[in-house]
T-cell receptor, first 114, second 115 residues
Framework: DSGVTQTPKHLITATGQRVTLRCSPR?????VYWYQQSLDQGLQFLIQ???????AKGNILERFSAQQFPDLHSELNLSSLELGDSALYFC?????????????FGEGSRLTVL | GENVEQHPSTLSVQEGDSAVIKCTYS??????FPWYKQELGKGPQLIID?????GEKKDQRIAVTLNKTAKHFSLHITETQPEDSAVYFC??????????????FGSGTRLQVQP
């Protein structure tokens, strides 16, 4: 158990809809990262937050947004969903402030867009 | 930005044999290279990492080598066991300045250890 909790584990929705994925980092970790893992693809970095502030941005679509709340949990919002958004979305947390250090991943939220 | 290429995409070995997975990276400023193992239905987990001031690091049956000149690094697993079967990801990270903060992952290698 990594200590990172993601909900929901599975989500099925239709094209055009909007969903919110939730992540609770390990106790004490200030950094939260979101990654997308599509079929037969590696982990694509979406966005990083550190103590409530956006710290780095990857290939995140404009239809996607995220935030980190004062209690350090984070939400990833995916809107106007397309079939190609079907993927496993991972949240990871880290305690380091300089560099990434070890990332602790949750078990992921599997999104299926029909 | 950083680009990490990983080979092979699948690897099948007999129990007890060695397995080698190779990665190349594009950003010469990258200085941190971790390897993650992802078992079925779980999130990736760090198994070993190496920083640019070191050429090799070993932890029991696992070792990582780094060639900064050639910009490639490799994972070596010796005496493989069935529980080593998983997907392995390499990654690279640059220094803490704009655009280089997050890990860039390779596309993964599915390792199958045959009993």
């Amino acid at each position: 158990d990594s200590g990172v909790t993601q909900t929901p584990k599975h989500l099925i929705t239709a094209t055009g809809q909007r969903v919110t994925l939730r992540c609770s980092p390990r106790s004490g970790d200030l950094s939260v990262y979101w990654y997308q893992q599509s079929l037969d693809q590696g982990l694509q970095f979406l966005i990083q937050y550190y103590n409530g502030e956006e710290r780095a941005k990857g290939n995140i679509l404009e239809r996607f947004s995220a935030q980190q709340f004062p209690d350090l949990h984070s939400e990833l919002n995916l809107s106007s969903l397309e079939l190609g958004d079907s993927a496993l979305y991972f949240c990871a947390s880290s305690s380091t402030t300089l560099g990434t250090g070890e990332l602790f991943f949750g078990e992921g939220s599997r999104l299926t867009v029909l | 930005g950083e680009n990490v290429e990983q080979h092979p995409s699948t690897l099948s070995v007999q129990e007890g044999d060695s397995a080698v997975i190779k990665c190349t990276y594009s950003d010469s400023a990258s200085n941190y290279f971790p390897w993650y193992k992802q078992e079925l239905g779980k999130g990736p987990q760090l198994i070993i990492d190496i920083r640019s001031n070191v050429g090799e690091k070993k932890d029991q049956r696992i070792a990582v080598t780094l060639n900064k000149t050639a910009k490639h690094f490799s994972l070596h697993i010796t005496e493989t066991q069935p529980e080593d079967s998983a997907v392995y990801f390499c990654a690279a990270e640059g220094p803490r300045d704009t655009g280089r903060r997050a890990l860039t992952f390779g596309s993964g290698t599915r390792l199958q250890v045959q009993p």
